[in-house]
């Protein structure tokens, strides 16, 4: 069946830092691929999807590129900030799953000041 | 994107009892889902309501255990029955928009039961 692993959690960063969050995925056919955030309290947001190899989605100044070969769809982001602090969710859904979203476990992130 | 709202936003709930939980929309959508996220977890989707057809539930979730009803585009309820302390849990619905198969979830309902 279809899976998505996320790397392991929690991470910690200071403000400005560079973030990687790996996400991999296992799945049948082309999934579309998609990063959901979840602030403190709050329902879970789409961040950015791709539908195709070498897609790359963006938002916010974060980025995620759709890679077949390595079925990869990492979360990057330059500089975080304090107000990035949140649960971040890699997705996949395929399109003969009609609409069943496939969450990874998710990964807190922490920024510090 | 769509408004999405929930009700209620958080119970608290004695076990044996149910609560209905109604996830309103303010567009008209076809297929709408409902999530279950367990504390420290990931979300897993419970089933899919179509509107003018039943739901279709996922592998371990039962309509016994958890009815829904979609009486049109824009509405749909989940009834958590016969709770336990196991059910804690937010539930979220989510519908597809703008596609394809772009989901938006909403605010959640965070259920305690005692």
């Known amino acids: 069946g279809d899976s998505v692993t996320q790397m392991e959690g929690p991470v910690t960063l200071s403000e400005e830092a560079f973030l990687t969050i790996n996400c991999t995925y296992t799945a049948t056919g082309y999934p579309s691929l998609f990063w959901y955030v979840q602030y403190p309290g709050e329902g879970l947001q789409l961040l950015l999807k791709a539908t195709k190899a070498d897609d790359k989605g963006s938002n916010k100044g974060f980025e995620a590129t759709y890679r077949k070969e390595t079925t990869s769809f990492h979360l990057e982001k330059g500089s975080v900030q304090v107000s990035d602090s949140a649960v971040y969710f890699c997705?996949?859904?395929?399109?003969?799953?009609?609409?069943?979203?496939?969450f990874g476990q998710g990964t807190i992130l922490t920024v510090h000041p | 994107s769509a408004v999405i709202s929930q009700k209620p936003s958080r119970d608290i709930c004695q076990r044996g009892t149910s609560l209905t939980i109604q996830c309103q929309v303010d567009?008209?959508?076809?297929?709408m889902f409902w999530y279950r996220q367990q504390p420290g977890q990931s979300l897993t989707l419970i089933a899919t309501a179509n509107q003018g057809s039943e739901a279709t539930y996922e592998s371990g979730f039962v309509i016994d255990k958890f009815p829904i009803s979609r009486p049109n585009l824009t509405f749909s309820t989940l009834t958590v029955s016969n709770m336990s302390p196991e059910d804690s849990s937010i539930y979220l619905c989510?519908?597809?928009?703008?596609?394809?198969?772009?989901?938006?979830f909403g605010p959640g309902t965070r259920l305690t039961v005692t």
């Open positions: 997705a996949l859904v395929r399109v003969t799953s009609y609409g069943k979203l496939t």
């Open positions: 567009s008209q959508v076809t297929m």
């Open positions: 989510s519908v597809e928009l703008a596609g394809p198969y772009e989901q938006y």
